[in-house]
């Protein structure tokens, strides 16, 4: 396949205990991915934004405006919702788009509504880095660095962040086509990282003065947490099995040793998988018992339930690549297209956020 890819805080030790569950099988039998096709059309759907140029990273502000970067032109946008004028907040100095990379995950400081900062995540000169901006009477102020040397390549460059319920911040890297690198401890490329709010290895990790959270992934694009603290990462596959994988601390996905459901020793296997076809996995967000998957060369919104249960496919076809998705505190999700990425098929009003109202 063509490669792609503010909680309340909590006690570390509560979060590390409940990403441990798993392996008392707590979260019930992992599943396959395309076992329900489910329905293709929802009514409730509608554009709440449109005509947006490679929409990558999307915050969703106190207020509930958005904050979206544009991974190509490298620049932040606030969008007002339900609708109003948009206000251009500028170009991300540092920013050095091409290929995958650019411009890509946002994230709040869980202190945001006092200490007003921003988190980024973005292809610079030489590597890929997170910095923090504050924002203020709506401007953003010089870029802060937090955490820099993060491989970088022409793909496979990862990018998703965020704040987990243990108020430390977690990015979602790629081994930048290098494969090896998801197995070397030392790189910090094909792993799911941890650090505090300053990028310094957060209290608790698995391996001591490191980052490194988990290791042996290909390309992370989507982190969510679910209603008992869990994290879940959405990963890229090579030419067979995209995953959903439940993180353990120290954990080893197994890239580029197995791609999907091995049952081999050493490696954890995913929850649910996809042929590459039906997924290329983005963002994800948790909502309803479920998580919700952005599908890029799937085209679709993957409903996958915690329960076991058999995942479903939204929005199939209807709308292009779908990139990003956040849970909304009205109980709606928000999901962003990416058909302006280079490899999608742009129509009128693309690239769009639109409004998807949860099936009950």
């Known amino acids: 396949m063509p490669p792609e890819v ?11 205990a409940a990403l441990l569950l798993t392996a008392c099988g707590a979260v019930g039998p992992a599943v396959e991915g395309p076992a329900t096709s489910g329905p293709a059309n929802s009514p409730a759907v509608g554009t709440v934004a449109g005509g947006l140029d490679t929409p990558w990273g999307v915050v969703q502000l106190p ?8 991974r190509d032109e490298g620049r932040i946008t606030r969008v007002p919702l339900p609708g109003g004028p948009r206000v251009d907040l500028g170009a991300v100095p540092g920013v050095r788009p091409g290929g995958e990379g650019g411009l890509l995950g946002l994230a709040l ?11 980024l995540y973005f292809t610079a000169e030489q590597d890929n880095r997170i910095v923090r901006m504050r924002y203020q009477d709506g401007q953003l102020a010089d870029p802060q660095a937090v955490l820099t040397g993060i491989p970088k390549g022409s793909n496979h460059d990862g990018g998703r962040i965020a704040f987990g319920p243990d108020g430390m911040l977690y990015a979602g890297t790629g081994e930048t086509g290098r494969s090896a690198l998801a197995q070397d401890r030392a790189s910090l490329g094909g792993k799911i990282l941890r650090m505090t709010p300053e990028g310094a290895p ?17 390309n992370v694009q989507g982190l969510a947490w679910d209603g008992q603290g869990r994290l879940w990462a959405a990963e890229f596959g090579q030419n067979t099995w995209d995953e ?48 919700w998957m952005a599908a890029l060369r799937g085209t679709r919104l993957w409903q996958v339930p915690l329960d076991g249960g058999a995942p479903t496919a939204h929005l199939t076809g209807q709308y292009g690549r779908l990139r990003t998705v956040l849970a909304d505190r009205d109980g709606t999700l928000l999901v962003t297209t990416s058909n302006t990425d280079g490899r999608g098929h742009p129509q009128a009003g693309d690239d769009r ?3 998807f109202s949860v099936p009950r």
């Open 63 to 70: 207020d509930g405006d958005l904050l979206v970067g544009s």
């Open 6 to 16: 503010a909680v309340r805080a909590a006690p570390v030790a509560v979060l590390l």
């Open 109 to 119: 400081s869980p202190g945001f509504a006092t200490d007003r900062l921003v988190y």
């Open 244 to 291: 959903l994988n439940l993180i353990e601390p120290g954990g080893n996905y197994g890239w580029p040793t197995v791609e999907g459901k091995a049952g081999r020793s050493g490696f954890t296997d995913p929850y649910a998988q996809w042929t590459t076809a039906e997924a290329s996995p983005s963002g994800i967000a948790y909502a309803d018992g479920a998580i």
């Open 202 to 218: 957060a209290p608790g990790n698995p391996f001591p003065g490191s980052v490194v959270f988990s290791l042996g992934h290909r």
């Open 353 to 355: 956020v639109l409004r």
